[in-house]
Nanobody
Framework: QVQLVESGGGLVQPGGSLRLSCAGSGNIFRFNTMGWYRQAPGKERELVASITRGGSTNYTDSVKGRFTISGDFAKSSVFLQMNSLQPEDTAVYYC????????????????WGQGTQVTVSS
């Protein structure tokens, strides 16, 4: 069974920084994409950032210039460096991974971590 384990969440003041880490375990897959979602109370879960095995990155507009995603796909790991944190960044952050393969047409598996709480408050 594939598991994604997150760490690095916590409480930080506005303007501060946190680094989230995620490492996969269980069945060894070479994921195509890894990333981070977040969900704040009363809001829909949104994609924060993603990275492909080839190094292509994508960020939601609200975090561009502040967050940096990186990955080590050989270790099924992904990281999120979060700088200049704002109260609006408060949410549960979820690590995700996607495996896509072609056999009898296109197949896809998506995996989720348990989530780690990030709270930005003064």
């Amino acid at each position: 069974q594939v598991q994604l384990v997150e760490s690095g969440g916590g409480l930080v003041q506005p303007g501060g920084s946190l680094r989230l880490s995620c490492a996969g375990s269980g069945n060894i897959f070479r994921f195509n994409t890894m990333g981070w979602y977040r969900q704040a109370p009363g809001k829909e879960r949104e994609l924060v950032a993603s990275i492909t095995r080839g190094g292509s990155t994508n960020y939601t507009d609200s975090v561009k210039g502040r967050f940096t995603i990186s990955g080590d796909f050989a270790k099924s790991s992904v990281f999120l460096q979060m700088n200049s944190l704002q109260p609006e960044d408060t949410a549960v952050y979820y690590c995700t991974a996607r495996l896509v393969w072609f056999s009898s047409g296109r197949s896809e598996n998506n995996y989720w971590g348990q989530g780690t709480q990030v709270t930005v408050s003064s």
